[in-house]
C-alpha cells in the first residue's frame, strides 16, 4: 500500500500544478472541518443546538445516550471534587512532574506576552469572567489540550473556567485529564461532549450556568457549533484537522522531515506537505515517508491522510515556496533551511505558529515550549492567531475631558455632527459653550 504514495509527489518546477494542489488540499481540509448550509448535517446540528435550548438537561441526557451510549443522570454530568482528586494522586510521578514543567513553560510565556499588565489612560483591560474548554474524548488522554487552554486563561485572570469533555473513558473523562484540571485548580468539570456541550455553555441550563467564550479542539460537530453560537458567546477560532508544512532544502534531514509529516498525519485527519526546491529531498522524503509508514500502528489510516491532505512539491525555486507558503497560511510552519532558515520565518506572515532548523518538530511546540497549541487551521491564519492569554481580556475605552479640552475641540466635533445631520450630537456641544 505505500506505494500509492508515489501519488503526493508532484514536480511542479515546469509549470504552474502547485495552485491546484494547494487548493485540492484546503478544499479537503475545508470538506472535513465545515458543514455546508442547508446540508443534512447542519441540519441535524441546528436541532442539536435548539433541542439543547429547549430542553436544557433532558436534551442533553437525550444526546449523550445516543451518541456516547452513556445513561446519565443530571446530577452525573458534573464531576465531583473526590473524583478529580483521586485521579490527580493516581497520575504516575514521572509523568506529573512533566505536566508541572510544561504548566510552569507555558505560564511563564503567557505572563511575558500579555498585553494587559501594559497601562495606558485611554484603555482599561478586563479579563472575561466565565470561560468553557473543549477537551475532546478518546481512549487516550490529552492533557496538553487543558494545559494549553486553561493557563492562557488563568493568565488573563479569568475567575471561572469549565471544562467539557465526552464520556469516552469507561463512561466518563480520562482521569490524566482530571488529574491535570486538578494541577491547575479547576473543579467545574463535565462529562459532556459533542455539539450538546457547545450548546449548554453557550445557552445555558439547569445544571450547567452560560459562559462568554468558549475555546478548545473537537471535530466538526464542535467546531460547526462553535460557529453556530458565535455571537452569543466569543469564540477563539474554528479548528479543523491538524496542519504541517514544511519548507526544506538540500541541508534538510529527509528522515527527521518524513518523521515530522507522520506525526501530523496520524491525526486522521492530517495535512502534511512538504515544499521544497530539491527534487534530491524530496525524493529521500518520499521513500522515507514509505519506510516508516510501515512502522505505524495505524499505517492504513496515515496513509489515508497522506493522499487526501498531503503532498510533496518541488519548486524551481525559494522565492516561489515563501509565496505559495504564505498563500497556503498553515498551522504549523516548520522550516528546515539551515543557515536560511531564520530568512525565510522572517518573509512569512500568515502562520500559526514556526517552528525554526532541525530541532525544532511541532511537537515541541505541541506540549512543551510555552506557545498554545491551539492554532488557526486551513488557511484561516491569515486573520485568525494562535491563541494565547490575550484572547481573554476585553478592551474599554476611556473618554475624560475637562472645559478647556473640551472647548478647544467644539468647532470640530460640531462640524461633524451637523455634516451627518445628527443636530442633537452638535447641540450636546454647544450647550456646554453656554457657560
Not at 474524548?137 to 487543558?146: D, E, K, N
Not at 506537505?273 to 505505524?296: A, Y
Not at 511537537?363 to 484561516?380: C, E, I, N
Request: charged share 25%.
Amino acid at each position: 500500500m505505500p506505494y500509492e504514495l508515489d501519488n503526493i509527489f508532484i514536480d511542479v518546477t515546469a509549470g504552474p500544478e502547485w495552485h491546484e494542489r494547494i487548493r485540492e488540499i484546503h478544499a479537503a481540509v475545508k470538506s472535513a472541518t465545515y458543514f455546508e448550509d442547508g446540508s443534512e448535517n447542519d441540519n441535524k446540528l441546528c436541532e442539536i443546538l435548539r433541542r439543547v435550548r429547549t430542553g436544557k438537561d433532558s436534551a442533553i441526557q437525550e444526546y449523550i445516550l445516543q451518541i456516547d451510549g452513556v445513561p446519565l443522570t443530571t446530577q452525573d454530568f458534573r464531576i465531583q471534587k473526590l473524583e478529580i482528586e483521586k485521579a490527580h494522586r493516581e497520575i504516575e510521578q514521572n509523568l506529573l512532574a512533566s505536566i508541572c514543567r510544561s504548566i510552569e513553560n507555558v505560564r511563564n510565556y503567557q505572563i511575558e506576552i500579555f498585553t494587559g499588565k501594559i497601562k495606558h489612560a485611554g484603555i482599561k483591560y478586563t479579563p472575561i469572567q466565565r470561560v468553557g474548554v473543549c477537551v475532546p474524548g478518546a481512549s487516550a488522554p490529552l492533557p496538553s489540550t487543558v494545559i494549553m487552554t486553561v493557563v492562557p486563561a488563568q493568565v488573563a485572570g479569568v475567575k471561572e473556567i469549565v471544562i467539557v469533555s465526552p464520556p469516552r473513558y469507561k463512561g466518563s473523562i480520562h482521569p490524566v485529564i482530571l488529574g491535570v484540571c486538578k494541577e491547575l485548580g479547576i473543579e467545574e468539570i463535565y462529562r459532556i461532549g459533542g455539539a450538546q456541550a457547545v450548546a449548554a455553555l453557550a445557552f445555558g441550563t439547569a445544571s450547567i450556568r452560560p459562559v462568554q467564550k468558549i475555546v478548545g479542539p473537537g471535530n466538526a460537530w464542535v467546531q460547526m457549533a462553535k460557529r453556530k453560537v458565535f455571537g452569543i458567546v466569543d469564540i477563539d477560532s474554528i479548528a479543523g484537522p491538524s496542519e504541517v508544512l514544511i519548507i526544506a532544502n538540500d541541508k534538510a534531514n529527509p528522515t527527521w522531515v518524513a518523521a515530522d509529516m507522520l506525526s501530523q498525519a496520524e491525526h486522521d485527519p492530517g495535512s502534511a506537505v512538504l515544499f521544497t526546491d530539491s527534487q534530491d529531498l524530496g525524493r529521500r522524503v518520499l521513500e522515507e515517508l514509505k519506510k516508516q509508514i510501515n512502522e505505524l500502528d495505524r499505517k492504513e489510516a496515515t496513509i489515508k491522510c497522506l493522499l487526501s491532505f498531503g503532498a510533496i512539491l518541488i519548486f524551481p525555486s525559494m522565492d516561489i515556496i515563501t509565496q505559495q507558503a504564505n498563500y497556503f497560511a498553515p498551522e504549523h510552519l516548520e522550516i528546515h533551511c539551515g543557515s536560511d532558515s531564520k530568512e525565510i520565518a522572517n518573509k512569512m506572515v500568515n502562520v500559526g505558529a514556526i517552528f525554526i532548523g532541525d530541532y525544532s518538530p511541532v511537537a515541541v511546540g505541541d506540549y512543551w515550549a510555552g506557545p498554545s497549541h491551539t492554532l488557526p487551521t486551513g488557511g484561516t491564519a491569515k486573520f485568525f492567531s494562535a491563541l494565547s492569554a490575550n484572547d481573554f481580556i476585553k478592551s474599554t475605552s476611556i473618554i475624560e475631558y475637562d472645559k478647556k479640552k473640551l472647548a478647544a475641540s467644539a468647532d470640530d466635533i460640531i462640524r461633524l455632527a451637523e455634516a451627518e445631520g445628527l443636530d442633537a450630537h452638535a447641540r450636546s456641544i454647544k450647550i456646554r459653550q453656554q457657560d
